[in-house]
Nanobody, 115 residues
C-alpha cells in the first residue's frame, strides 16, 4: 500500500485560493488513479476530483471550473488547486486511490473558507 500525507490547507476568505498537496510513497504510484476527497461535519465523504494514471480528470459538479487536479509522477505527488473558494468548500480534504489499492485514510488537511 502507498502512504499518503496531505498538506496545504488553511484559512482563506471567500474568493481566495489554496493549493493542496498529497505526497505518496510506493513504487506503483504512477499506475494509480488518484482522487481528492472531502468531508464536512455531518456529511459523507465525497469525491471532488479524480485524475487517472493517463492524466484524464473528473470533477464533482460543485467544484467544476474552480478546482484543478494534477499530478507529478516524478515527485509522487498529487495537487489540488482550489480557486474561487466558497464557504461550502469548508471540509477536511483527503487524498486516496480508488479500487483495490486504496489505503487507510490519513489525517487529511483542514480547509476553512470564512470571512
Amino acid at each position: 500500500q502507498v502512504q499518503l500525507v496531505e498538506s496545504g490547507g488553511g484559512l482563506v476568505q471567500p474568493g481566495g485560493s489554496l493549493r493542496l498537496s498529497c505526497a505518496a510513497s510506493g513504487s506503483i504510484f504512477s499506475f494509480l488513479a488518484m482522487g481528492w476527497y472531502r468531508q464536512a461535519p455531518g456529511k459523507q465523504r465525497e469525491l471532488v476530483a479524480l485524475i487517472t494514471s493517463g492524466g484524464s480528470t473528473n470533477y464533482a459538479d460543485s467544484v467544476k471550473g474552480r478546482f484543478t487536479i494534477s499530478r507529478d509522477n516524478a515527485k509522487n505527488t498529487v495537487y489540488l488547486q482550489m480557486n474561487s473558494l466558497k464557504p461550502e468548500d469548508t471540509a477536511v480534504y483527503y487524498c486516496n486511490t480508488p479500487g483495490i489499492s486504496a489505503t487507510d485514510w490519513g489525517q487529511g488537511t483542514q480547509v476553512t473558507v470564512s470571512s
